[in-house]
């Protein structure tokens, strides 16, 4: 049986990528210490998996679980949060970074030899540089402790990768939305928070004109591409993970309303100091790789399924 270790699998992406590598009828191992993640997004599959309340600093007990031997391992533990980088910089950094280097020096060291290990990082990592459409090898800008961790981090990830002969890759994500992503932060990605006002019919905070734009992906899509990059034997280096297609606040504000039937209050406010106007991804490294995006429907359907699962979510309660 394919043997798989998730780090961060109680997250928003984590839960996900658990819950469909189970449907793969994979054994998955997963490591999170729910400081930012949660239990209950692992409801549907905690008797499949074997799930350690652990921190990925705590490097006793790391050793002792990758000494299982994996097929796969996917990285995701992270205080995925800029602002929490930016008020304590140096206790991001240790699960950020130093959390990285441990794993890779550990399999390095021990010679394991998982046939990939994958770290996520992010559309972070390219700041407000202008460059359009942002590619892998194009400028990097990292401005907060949290986008210069997610560089360092691949960066070492691809070093181990050539020096030392690992199979590694690392992927850096643009805007992803849907079930089990939090809402509750004024920092939360923005479709989550536009979905709880559609829902409550409360006010939301429109920060900016509206025209900012980004390259929003549904997270199934997401899965399917860490899965897909994971797997295949020649994937090397860092991809993008997006559709590759820009969209406004405004443009889907209005899919999502047509979607729902339902008219968002929307109160302006001036745009965020560092707010990044325009983002989104050249992805022709993964297409190249053989993976293929349904960009047109992608959008669409993953806001009816979003909503769906949202409005039936609220409904139980
Ligand atoms: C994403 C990441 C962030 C960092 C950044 C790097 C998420 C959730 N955030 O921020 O961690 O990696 O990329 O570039 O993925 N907005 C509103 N009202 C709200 C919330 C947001 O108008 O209540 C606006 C926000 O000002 C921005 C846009 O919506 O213009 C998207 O915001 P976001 O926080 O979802 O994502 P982003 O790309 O700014």
Redesign the pocket.
């Known amino acids: 049986m394919i043997k798989v270790l998730v780090t961060g699998g109680a997250g928003f992406i984590g839960s996900n990528l658990v819950n469909e590598l189970i449907k793969k009828g994979y054994e998955v191992t997963v490591v999170d210490d729910l400081s930012m993640g949660s239990i209950s997004n692992l409801t549907e599959c905690i008797n499949k998996i074997k799930f350690y309340k652990k921190d990925v600093c705590d490097e006793k007990f790391m050793h002792y679980v990758l000494n299982k031997n994996y097929d796969y391992i996917y990285h995701l533990a992270a205080i ?1 949060s ?1 602002v929490a980088s930016v008020k304590r910089p140096y206790k991001t950094h240790k699960v950020n970074n130093e959390s990285v280097v441990k794993i890779l020096e550990y399999l390095r060291v021990k010679e394991l030899h998982p046939k990939k290990f994958l770290y996520t990082s ?3 990592v390219y700041g407000n540089y202008p460059e359009l459409p942002k590619k892998e090898d194009g400028r990097v800008e990292p401005l907060t402790p949290y986008a210069v961790d997610k560089y360092a981090s691949e960066r070492m990830t691809l070093v181990y990768g050539d020096l030392y002969n690992m199979s590694v890759v690392a992927v850096r994500f643009f ?2 939305f849907g079930p089990l992503q939090n809402p509750d932060s ?5 479709l989550s ?1 536009i979905t709880k006002c559609l829902l409550e019919d409360s006010e ?5 004109n509206g025209r ?1 734009t ?1 390259d929003f992906i549904y997270v199934k899509d997401i899965i399917k591409a860490l899965i897909f990059i994971a797997e295949h034997d020649k994937s090397k280096g860092v991809y993008n993970i997006g559709y590759g297609k820009k969209t406004s ?1 405004l443009e889907i504000i209005q899919v999502y309303e047509n979607i729902t039937g339902k008219k968002l209050k929307i109160n302006f406010e001036k ?2 100091p560092g ?2 106007y325009d ?1 989104f991804a050249d992805i022709s490294r993964l297409l190249q790789l053989g993976f293929t995006v349904d960009y047109k429907n992608g959008l669409k359907k993953g806001l009816e399924k979003y909503w769906r699962y949202s409005y039936a979510s609220k409904k139980k309660k």
């Open positions: 995925s800029v992010s559309a972070a805007n992803v004024q920092y939360s990605g923005v928070i939301f905070t429109l920060y900016g900012q980004r606040l745009s965020r707010d990044v983002s």
